[in-house]
T-cell receptor, first 111, second 113 residues
Framework: GQQLNQSPQSMFIQEGEDVSMNCTSS?????WLWYKQDPGEGPVLLIA?????ELTSNGRLTAQFGITRKDSFLNISASIPSDVGIYFC???????????FGKGITLSVRP | GAGVSQSPRYKVAKRGQDVALRCDPI?????LFWYQQALGQGPEFLTY????????KSGLPSDRFFAERPEGSVSTLKIQRTQQEDSAVYLC???????????FGNGTRLTVT
């Protein structure tokens, strides 16, 4: 099925560094969301974006809904070891919240 | 409980066997979704319920897959005559209303041997 584009597949950063992740699509979405998944667990919602151009923060996380509605980015500032995990972007076109996910980016944080 | 609960956590089935996966959504949540997550991939939509009504089953990969939510709360995903390609983590998610963000369970990891 259709998936959003996330790359690279893996990122390695030093503790304390900032990291930015991008997500792109060939289709327009009306809602963008960012989830984090730890091994053996389900995805946990980090940030939800509902309006083109919207910039939203949640603690050390900041995400933006692209103006074209075909992309979004997530920024993590001052990374810490517990930021390790897989980060998924997801988009929704309709009100029933059926989501299309990217393949995810695995983030590793070196202490 | 406070979150979406799925059981069993792990299921090993022999090819050809039928399996049933259970989801207990957050109490009061109207919307319920099933997703399939293959290894190294993002979740892919299977089906959606609003209360007891199955409004979208466009993601079910074959007629061997069947989902129900008869009383608008607990849902069961059934896979008949399992095949090796059915091996994946099956995630259930619920939301208060259909526009609300989804809350996922920890999934059932199905391995078909």
């Amino acid at each position: 099925g259709q998936q959003l584009n996330q790359s690279p597949q893996s990122m390695f950063i030093q503790e304390g560094e900032d990291v930015s992740m991008n997500c792109t699509s060939s289709s327009i979405f009306n809602t963008w969301l960012w989830y984090k998944q730890d091994p053996g667990e389900g995805p946990v919602l980090l940030i939800a974006l509902y309006k083109a151009g919207e910039l939203t923060s949640n603690g050390r996380l900041t995400a933006q809904f692209g103006i074209t509605r075909k992309d979004s980015f997530l920024n993590i500032s001052a990374s810490i070891p517990s930021d390790v995990g897989i980060y998924f972007c997801a988009g929704s076109t309709g009100a029933n919240s059926k989501l299309t996910f990217g393949k995810g980016i695995t983030l590793s944080v070196r202490p | 409980g406070a979150g979406v609960s799925q059981s069993p956590r792990y299921k090993v089935a022999k090819r050809g066997q039928d399996v049933a996966l259970r989801c207990d959504p957050i109490s009061g949540h109207v919307s319920l979704f099933w997703y399939q997550q293959a290894l190294g991939q993002g979740p892919e939509f299977l089906t959606y319920f609003q209360n007891e009504a199955q409004l979208d089953k466009s993601g079910l990969p074959s007629d061997r897959f069947f989902a129900e939510r008869p009383e608008g709360s607990v849902s069961t995903l059934k896979i008949q005559r399992t095949q090796q390609e059915d091996s994946a983590v099956y995630l259930c998610a619920s939301s208060l209303v259909r526009e609300s963000p989804l809350h996922f369970g920890n999934g059932t990891r199905l391995t078909v041997t």
